[in-house]
C-alpha cells in the first residue's frame, strides 16, 4: 500500500498496512487532519 491513501470506512489489521524493514524505520500515516494525524511505525 505504498503511497496510497487508505479508503474510508474499511477496517484495517495495522501490521499488514505497514511494511517492515529490517534495520530501519518506517512510518506510515493512516489520518491526516489540520486538528493531528495519526501514524504507525515499525523499529528494527
Do not use: H, Q, W
Not at 524505520?25 to 486538528?35: C, D, F, G, N, W
Amino acid at each position: 500500500m505504498k503511497d496510497k491513501e487508505l479508503e474510508k470506512g474499511r477496517i484495517f489489521i495495522i501490521v499488514e498496512i505497514i511494511e517492515y524493514v529490517p534495520n530501519s524505520v518506517v512510518i506510515k500515516t493512516i489520518i491526516k487532519k489540520t486538528t493531528g494525524n495519526v501514524s504507525v511505525a515499525s523499529f528494527d
